[in-house]
């Protein structure tokens, strides 16, 4: 989704609200707890059990939210 959003080097605010749709419905589905702000910035709350595996959950929502 990404790539094909950013083959025109632009984002529209519309593509950008779909890929941070995507990344936290990817978060939930794992587990946690993801909030976003106005700004685009936010932040996840993990739960104990997940504190080990947040950044590789993370990392791999941000490169394939559909996983």
């Given at each position: 989704m990404v790539r094909r959003v950013i083959?025109?080097?632009k984002i529209a605010e519309?593509?950008?609200s779909a890929i941070?749709?995507?990344?936290?419905q990817c978060l939930i589905d794992k587990?946690?707890?993801?909030?976003?702000?106005?700004?685009?910035s936010g932040s996840v709350s993990s739960?104990?059990?997940l504190v080990d595996s947040t950044d590789k959950d993370m990392e791999q929502c941000?490169?394939?939210p559909n996983s």
């Open positions: 083959r025109d080097e519309i593509e950008f941070q749709q995507a990344y936290g587990g946690y707890a993801p909030t976003f702000n106005e700004d685009g739960p104990p059990e941000n490169a394939d």
